[in-house]
């Protein structure tokens, strides 16, 4: 049995297995979804598989069934892993609904497994940085830098999910291998990674941290006016990761001179399982309370609570007039006391809005590309 769930899966479209045993990867199961490996909300991914990426997840399963079984987990998940490994034989491909850093690294983990395991700290580290924008050496953040340009490249502007996999799939192996015969796809962000990460360095930028809150204050204290450190987007003044990589809190408040930004990372949205993040609360009663302070007059917005990454700031360009420090106080005041609207945990749905409010991401500027993440 352990072998015949091993056995490499091909990849396919999701639309083309919609009445097809599959196993679905870092997505929302489907109705043919014989198993589901996802850190998504509501997802049925057996408790004992369960991690912050679903990477991570597909990895633990093909470990567990390369060894039929041994070397912790099993004893402790005897039937469930049976039952996986059982649903899993059935599947005819795997899959996923989109095309992103920790979907690649899932996909290939099940269409080629035996590589995979080979490189399963690269793998999770890579798919952490593309979902989290944590990166923890050099290496790992050149191959996630790499994934979306090169994707373009192989499949053409404009390419959808199904040939993204198709033409990255093949190219895996020796990007992590040999990132650096990527260059030309990872040279740019890296470049604003290291701008973001020097201007840290040298009390540019400051990163406060409130724990009791779960929050980070993310300023520039100086710096040319008009003039953005290259990286900076939205709100924050540097690339995401040269923050994201320094502080976990799940909460971020960034400033670059009039420029802001209230988010809340992606994190939050997910099932993570290593830490205990807070629940979201909805921003948009924040952005309320904002707007009626704001001397410019410009309206704050807010995203909605089921965006991948909830954002709220000013409309237009971002820009606010109020006193940072007022601005800290109204956001630490809400989010001591707004209650949760938004429980990756809890199944069957609850208050879970899956769509932004229009116009919100078409004019949003900078920052981490795809999907509005931080």
Not at 182 to 208: H, P, Q
Not at 293 to 314: C, D, H, K, Q
Request: hydrophobic share 45%.
């Amino acid at each position: 049995m352990a072998a015949a769930a091993l056995s490499a899966l091909p990849y396919e479209p999701h639309e083309a297995l919609a009445e097809r045993p599959h196993v679905m990867v870092d997505g929302a199961a489907r109705p043919s979804s014989v198993l589901t490996l996802s850190h998504w909300p509501q997802s049925p991914t057996p408790a004992f598989l369960a991690r912050d990426v679903s990477a991570a997840s597909v990895l633990e399963y093909v470990r567990l069934a390369a060894s039929g079984g041994a070397g912790g987990g099993f004893s402790r998940a005897a039937r469930p892993l049976r039952e996986a490994l059982a649903a899993a034989a059935a599947a005819e491909a795997v899959t996923n609904d989109h095309f992103d850093e920790d979907g690649l690294m899932s996909v290939f983990a099940l269409v080629d497994p035996a590589t995979a395991l080979g490189k399963r700290r690269l793998i999770e580290a890579v798919a952490t940085c593309g979902d989290f924008g944590v990166v923890s050496e050099e290496e790992v953040a050149r191959i996630a830098f790499a994934i979306a340009p090169l994707a373009e490249s192989e499949a053409g502007a404009g390419s959808g999910t199904s040939e993204r996999y198709q033409a990255t799939l093949p190219r895996l192996s020796e990007l992590l291998e040999h990132p650096g015969r990527f260059e030309r796809f990872w040279a740019a962000e890296a470049m604003e990674l290291a701008a973001g990460r020097a201007a840290i360095e040298r009390g540019e930028v400051v990163i406060t941290e409130h724990g009791d809150l779960d929050l980070a204050v993310v300023a520039r204290q100086r710096g040319r006016p008009g003039a953005r450190i290259p990286g900076a987007g939205g709100g924050l003044p540097v690339h995401a990761a040269a923050v994201h990589s320094l502080t976990p809190a799940s909460r971020v408040v960034a400033f670059d001179g009039e420029w802001c930004e209230c988010y809340l990372r992606y994190e939050g949205w997910v099932r993570t399982v290593s830490r205990r993040v807070p629940l979201r609360p909805d921003l948009a009663p924040l952005a309320i309370r904002l707007t009626a302070e704001e001397p410019s007059g410009a309206e704050w917005e807010a995203n909605g609570v089921g965006a991948i990454v909830a954002r709220l700031r000013p409309a237009g360009e971002g820009r606010t007039e109020m006193a940072p420090s007022r601005i800290v106080t109204l956001v630490r005041e809400y989010l001591a006391s707004a209650d949760p609207a938004w429980d990756p945990w809890r199944r069957g749905g609850g208050y879970i809005p899956m769509t932004e409010r229009a116009g919100y991401r078409a004019s949003y500027g900078g920052g981490r590309r795809r999907r509005g993440r931080a």
